[in-house]
């Protein structure tokens, strides 16, 4: 029996090294990942211990409260099929406790690792479809790229993501010579390609994501880590907009569709989202504590919609995370996912080991992103934050902490994560 659960043990951390490596990638292969290491963490076993250390881990109870609240929404809906369906959706985010009661803290940085590879080999089709050098092998770029289902929606904010923990490796890392400045070369070329994808909300979140990497830099010197991300992020922004036509192209779009939104809101995806919380939040203004119930976004908006403006398209999604949560469940509702982001930030400001700067970074990065979209319920950001929040939020003694009910004090120590 314990050559079997050792075996079960490596073949889910290779499981979710594969997962980890898919998720900029494909959708499929991650679904393929994902049932692989369930059906491998209920063949283990070990339940009672499992359970332990869910029940110990405050972030596992704050999922469950998120999504409990979500269930309770169904009360008051008047779709129930519709909630159902919204409820089958968020089954991403329920995995929290799987991932980590499955990740290996010796192997913490494998899983980050992973997912970098795949960002970066995201990243080199998406570049070589861009050079138009698959022709070569009788491949037109359109048709590789549909196939790759690369979507900027997602790699882009994932983009920003490997970004920061590149260069959190050049500071921290603890590399000298040859192997740190192969690490800042990889992370210019990653940056380039930030800017040379459609993705505005990773665009966005590289921005911030950079802004929260020169404070943790500059701690010592709270006025230098003021002004650098005040003179070089718009210095970086002002070279993109120069440089690539794509970045350009995007930013005078928004500029163009705030100008025209009174007008024409319904012929672009700016104006579609401001459109989009402008009904969402007449649906709050009538519902603002319970909200409208969990399913129930979709006829609300169409019926207020068909009064307001009957000819900008239906949506069941506002593109925006906290308004999507309390239009469907109000403030109290809002207040479960704030309060899932409370409870990881204050873990994190106990911990004094090394990863601290990657789990505040990590949290900075969703907060920023759900603004622009729910990123949550979409399928790959959606295994992101529940793979790394399992694999962020793992302690080293866990397991003992939920077979024997002690938890000794965290390490503590500034040097960079290692295997």
């Known amino acids: 029996m314990n050559a079997i659960r050792q075996n079960l043990e490596q073949i889910n951390l290779w499981l979710m090294l594969l997962l980890a490596f898919c998720l900029p990638l494909s959708t499929s292969a991650v679904t393929v990942a994902v049932l692989l290491v369930l059906a491998c963490w209920l063949y283990e076993g070990q339940f009672p211990a499992k359970m332990r250390e869910i029940v110990a881990s405050p972030i596992c109870i704050a999922v469950l409260l998120y999504f409990g609240a979500l269930v309770l929404g169904l009360l008051w809906t008047d779709s129930l099929a519709d909630g159902l369906e919204v409820i089958r959706k968020r089954w991403?985010?329920?995995?929290?406790?799987?991932?980590?009661?499955?990740?290996?803290?010796?192997?913490?940085?494998?899983?980050?690792?992973?997912?970098?590879?795949?960002?970066?080999?995201?990243?080199?089709?998406?570049?070589?479809?861009?050079?138009?050098?698959?022709r070569h092998l009788g491949i037109t770029s359109a048709r590789f790229r549909f196939h790759t289902i690369v979507n900027h929606l997602v790699f882009t904010p994932m983009l920003a993501l490997a970004v920061y923990l590149v260069l959190h490796q050049v500071l921290w890392g603890g590399m000298r010579g040859g192997q740190r400045w192969l690490l800042a070369a990889l992370s210019a070329v990653m940056i380039v390609n930030v800017f040379l994808t459609r993705g505005r909300a990773g665009q966005l979140a590289f921005f911030v994501l950079m802004a929260v990497l020169c404070v943790q830099h500059f701690r010592k010197n709270l006025l230098r880590a003021i002004l650098i991300p005040l003179v070089a992020l718009p210095l970086v922004f002002v070279v993109a907009y120069q440089v690539s036509p794509v970045f350009q192209q995007r930013m005078d779009q928004i500029q163009q569709d705030i100008e025209t939104f009174d007008q024409r809101p319904d012929v672009s995806s700016v104006g579609l989202r401001l459109h989009y919380w402008k009904i969402a939040w007449q649906i709050i203004k009538e519902e603002p504590w319970l909200g409208a119930g969990t399913g129930d976004f979709a006829p609300r908006y169409a019926q207020i919609n068909q009064q307001l403006s009957?000819?900008?398209?239906?949506?069941?999604n506002p593109h925006n995370q906290y308004i999507f949560v309390t239009a469907q469940l109000g403030i109290l509702g809002l207040l479960t996912l704030l309060g899932l982001f409370f409870v990881h930030f204050h873990k994190t400001w106990q911990r004094q080991d090394e990863w601290k700067r990657i789990h505040c970074a990590f949290l900075v990065f969703f907060l920023t992103i759900m603004t622009t979209e729910s990123y949550l319920n979409i399928y790959g950001t959606g295994f992101l934050f529940s793979l790394f929040s399992g694999v962020l939020f793992k302690r080293q003694d866990d397991w003992r902490c939920a077979v024997e009910g002690s938890c000794p004090p965290a390490r503590t120590g500034n040097a960079a994560p290692v295997s």
């Open 310 to 316: 009957p000819r900008v398209p239906l949506t069941d």
């Open 92 to 134: 991403k985010i329920l995995l929290l406790p799987v991932f980590l009661t499955t990740v290996r803290w010796d192997r913490r940085w494998w899983y980050v690792a992973a997912f970098l590879a795949g960002v970066i080999a995201a990243m080199l089709v998406i570049d070589l479809a861009y050079l138009d050098l698959f």
